[in-house]
């Protein structure tokens, strides 16, 4: 949410910025703006709308600028989406700019007190709040020490915030200070970097430091300087980031999804490389927790958000069946106000490919201190819940920068897979050659994904026949039901269409009043090889909303004949085992969606009202 640029050194500061904004924007692009120093003075521009506005007033008003400069693509939180709300703030001299991702929860009663003091404020935004007080701040120390002056204000301020800020005062330097949302530092050679992502930076510098929390930075083309609130120096993370530019480029595709999609059999095959010893053993490096530590555990608890979560009720059934440990999945924003019941014999699972939203975040913190151990599944490195969890398995899925959840998907439940077989293993749930033959079928999930991406052209075309429709119901059972819900959210986020999901067998409960003369309706068969028991009631189940009118769209183990009769549109997929079917029957779903988006003329990387990290509760 919010994406944050900031640059010290001797390249053009503000193309710099905006190049940095302009691989930041699927963070929030409701509006952006720079600020650059330049000839003792701060130049700033802002626009509602994408980045695109903001380039255009730039070229119809020139900005000059050679010093430091800073940026923000924004997520509306406080203020409508519009010019002035849009960042960077500045004080009432003009002599200092602030650029703010987070929510300041206790800027109003700050407001009242500046208003009081004299200051004029002209948005309806928490974030000038903070520009007035470091304004305040930074005078009262004689105009020295920016860095002194946004220490005092964090120490003020309450929720979660990164603060990015530059003053006339010292036209080489850039602060920034970090609470609960993400920052990062690029260093490079006499120039320096600071962004919500090392996306932002990365056509310049692989090399990256994490900020943890409550920290500010102090960035100088050729130094980083990072303290605590009270001033303290703090030893940083340094570390280099494994993928480079060309990854967080479209590589011709006209959207990033689109690419990221295509992506998927190099993302799945990413995540579980290098996880087999010579002897055939599973071995999660990263993972931190101790073959001891996780053959006490008595319960698992996964919690996660959006498509993360869905990949959570998956790797449930794959858990249970494979390790015979209770596990819950829980939506995040509701876990820890329930009271939920955790010790330490509990294994927290939080599944984040961003590794930021603020919903898993709290909950995680809530788990630890119940004593519960966690364990990130994240795809971004360096991130906020990995770096605050017990353990983490990465996802090594590459950026992903459209914000419908795709590749990074697939890759979660590659990895919640082999969290399930590690289990096994440790806890000597499975014999090993059990464990070898899934661990086999999983590294031929990669082909298989390519196989499915070989044979989607008639999705596409179903799809764009259906742009006109109004409602697209999803049914499911057992590892089918989450995928239902996947392919219904897909659809509501990318085509804006009301979409929803049932577990096949709640239909007779209610829904199929809902079912009428040609309603389209997606189910995801089983194999009847697997549980057979449920592909007959699956059947049975598509045969009911047929008789009632429904479209039946059938998404079905290639070879399966029985459903044939009953669908107006077969999508075959690969016979694959069938806890690991949700790998290929997701595609479709993926694809479905994007397609009729596009039909409907939507930009599927920016979909309306949403971001791709969302880092407010
Ligand atoms: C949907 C989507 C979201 C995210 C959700 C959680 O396509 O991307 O529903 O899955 O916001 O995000 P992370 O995984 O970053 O915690």
Request: glycine share 8%; with cysteine.
């Amino acid at each position: 949410m919010c994406g944050i640029v900031g640059y010290v050194g001797p390249q053009p500061a503000l193309d710099v910025v905006v190049n940095g904004l302009a691989r930041l924007e699927y963070r929030g692009y409701d509006s952006a703006g720079v600020a650059v120093q330049g000839g003792g003075a701060l130049h700033t521009e802002k626009r509602a709308g994408k980045l695109a506005n903001l380039r255009q007033a730039l070229e119809n008003h020139p900005v000059e600028g050679d010093g430091a400069g800073i940026g923000h693509t924004r997520w509306a939180t406080h203020g409508a989406p519009n010019d002035v709300n849009a960042h960077p703030h500045v004080d009432n001299d003009h002599r200092l700019a602030v650029v703010h991702n987070g929510i300041i929860e206790n800027f109003a009663a700050l407001r009242e007190e500046l208003e009081e003091a004299g200051c004029k404020f002209v948005s309806e935004t928490d974030t000038e709040v903070a520009a007035h007080l470091l304004s305040t701040e930074l005078k009262r120390r004689g105009d020295r020490d920016l860095a002194a002056a946004m220490r005092a204000v964090c120490r003020r301020l309450e929720g979660a915030f990164t603060l990015v800020a530059t003053s006339v005062e010292d036209p080489g330097l850039v602060v920034a200070a970090r609470r609960n949302s993400p920052l990062v530092v690029g260093r490079g050679e006499g120039e320096n970097f600071l962004a919500s992502d090392v996306a932002a930076f990365i056509a310049h510098t692989r090399e990256a430091v994490e900020l943890g929390q409550d920290q500010v930075v102090e960035l100088r083309a050729d130094s980083v300087a990072v303290t605590d609130y009270d001033g303290a120096p703090v030893d940083v993370n340094e570390y280099h980031v494994d993928w480079d530019a060309s990854a967080a480029e479209k590589d011709g595709y006209e959207y990033f999804m689109l690419k990221e999609i295509v992506e998927q059999p190099r993302a799945v095959a990413d995540t579980l490389l290098g996880r087999v010893t010579a002897d055939g053993r599973l071995a999660l490096d990263e993972m931190r927790l101790t073959p001891q530590q996780l053959r006490t555990v008595e319960k698992i608890v996964i919690i996660a958000c959006g498509t993360s979560y869905h990949a959570g009720l998956i790797a449930k059934y794959a858990i249970e069946h494979w390790c015979r440990i209770p596990c819950e999945v829980e939506v995040a924003s509701e876990f820890r106000y329930r009271d939920p019941i955790l010790d330490q014999q509990t294994l927290v699972i939080a599944i984040s490919q961003s590794g930021e939203s603020m919903d898993t975040l709290m909950a995680v913190r809530y788990a630890r201190e119940q004593r519960a151990r966690v364990l990130a599944i994240c795809n971004v490195n360096g991130s906020t819940i990995p770096r605050e969890s017990d353990g983490v398995l990465y996802t090594h899925a590459g950026p992903e920068v459209g914000v419908a959840a795709t590749k990074t998907f697939l890759t979660q439940l590659a990895a919640c897979y082999l969290v399930g077989l590690y289990l096994a293993q440790v806890r000597r749930m499975k014999f090993d050659d059990e464990i070898d033959a899934v661990i086999g079928q999983l590294a031929t999930m990669p082909d298989q994904v390519e196989r499915v991406l070989e044979t989607v052209e008639p999705v596409r075309e179903l799809a764009r026949s259906l742009a006109d429709a109004r409602t697209v119901l999803f049914l499911g059972r057992h590892v089918g039901y989450p995928v239902a819900l996947e392919g219904a959210l897909k659809l509501k986020e990318l085509a804006y269409m009301h979409a929803e999901a049932f577990a096949a067998g709640e239909l007779k409960h209610g829904p199929i009043a809902l079912i009428e003369e040609g309603l389209p309706v997606v189910v995801v068969v089983p194999s009847p090889k697997g549980r057979g028991v449920l592909h007959d009631k699956i059947v049975s189940n598509i045969q009911e909303v047929r008789a009632r009118g429904a479209r039946t769209i059938v998404i079905a183990e290639e070879g399966d004949e029985s459903v044939r009769p009953y669908s107006d549109t077969l999508i075959e997929i690969p016979a694959v085992p069938t806890l690991l079917q949700p790998i290929v029957s997701t595609i479709p779903m993926q694809v479905f969606a994007c397609e009729l988006a596009l039909a409907k003329g939507n930009d599927v990387d920016q979909p309306r009202n949403l971001a791709k990290s969302v880092t407010v509760e």
